[in-house]
């Protein structure tokens, strides 16, 4: 479903993604891992078109996205749910009224279809009976489970998750991590999951990516990465200051 090919970008003359080349399989959850400035978040701003690439191409079923026009883009885009770190919730609304507004903003319901779909998604991420509330009474987790509910809310070919566990205790991110593996069993959506969580990936990914100088440096599933040979990779999920990558 999507393909990035040869992509490359620089800001200020520092190569950030250097001829990177990946697939993201349909259906499946793939977790991009990397450090901190790595690239990730810039990857993941190309996928869905906030920015364009020096060169490469973004296939998304096979159309390069950036030969699009705004409007071709904008209606690629309604295929995309996209979960932000701090969960992106508009603090004026109640939990109710910020899953419901891409609702609002993108079909014309009625108020009871409105209710209807709100509801089950709440229920679905485990937030039934909060909706009333602000993003303010609600803890770091809730506020990513609203998060996820409003990115559910029009059934999303894609979903992307950038840094989901971020900033949430071991318990609330395993909560976090089988609330993704739950609603990909039920919604069957290609998830791009963007993380530092480790063992998060490799419970969450049917695949795991490594981005490293720019580029892939390894692709495979979670059984193929505990066992890589690479000491790029054997450093970064073991977390030791010894190693090639510079601290």
């Given at each position: 479903?999507?393909?990035?090919?040869?992509?490359?970008?620089s800001f200020n003359?520092?190569?950030?993604?250097?001829?990177?080349?990946?697939?993201?399989?349909?259906k499946q959850i793939t977790v991009v891992i990397g450090r901190s400035g790595g690239g990730k978040s810039v990857m993941l701003k190309h996928i869905i078109g906030l920015m364009k690439p020096d060169s490469g191409k973004?296939?998304?079923?096979?159309?390069?996205?950036?030969?699009?026009?705004?409007?071709?883009?904008?209606?690629?885009?309604?295929?995309?749910?996209?979960v932000f770190q701090d969960g992106a919730l508009l603090d004026s609304l109640t939990v109710f009224e910020n899953v419901a507004f891409p609702l609002r903003r993108h079909l014309k319901l009625s108020e009871k279809e409105i209710k209807d779909k709100v509801f089950?998604?709440?229920?679905?991420?485990?937030?039934?009976?909060?909706?009333?509330?602000?993003?303010?009474?609600?803890?770091?987790?809730m506020r990513k489970r609203v998060g996820v509910a409003r990115a559910l809310i029009l059934n999303p070919e894609i979903m992307l998750f950038d840094e989901p566990t971020t900033g949430l205790d071991p318990v609330m991110s395993d909560v976090i991590n089988n609330l993704i593996i739950s609603m990909h069993n039920k919604f069957k959506f290609t998830g791009i999951i963007i993380s530092h969580?480790?063992?998060?990936?490799?419970?969450t990914g049917d695949i795991i990516a490594?981005?490293?100088?720019?580029?892939?440096?390894?692709?495979?599933?979670?059984?193929?990465?505990?066992?890589?040979?690479?000491?790029?990779?054997?450093?970064?999920?073991?977390g030791s200051m010894e190693g090639p990558i510079l601290i």
């Open positions: 479903m999507i393909i990035l090919e040869g992509l490359s970008k003359g520092v190569k950030v993604l250097d001829n990177l080349n990946i697939e993201f399989g349909d973004v296939l998304i079923g096979g159309i390069d996205i950036n030969a699009l026009k705004k409007k071709e883009l904008n209606e690629i885009r309604k295929k995309f749910g996209m089950s998604v709440l229920e679905d991420v485990g937030l039934k009976g909060q909706d009333n509330k602000m993003p303010s009474e609600i803890s770091g987790g969580d480790i063992s998060g990936a490799f419970k490594m981005l490293y100088g720019g580029s892939i440096i390894e692709y495979g599933t979670p059984e193929e990465f505990k066992n890589s040979n690479n000491p790029v990779v054997k450093q970064f999920i073991s």
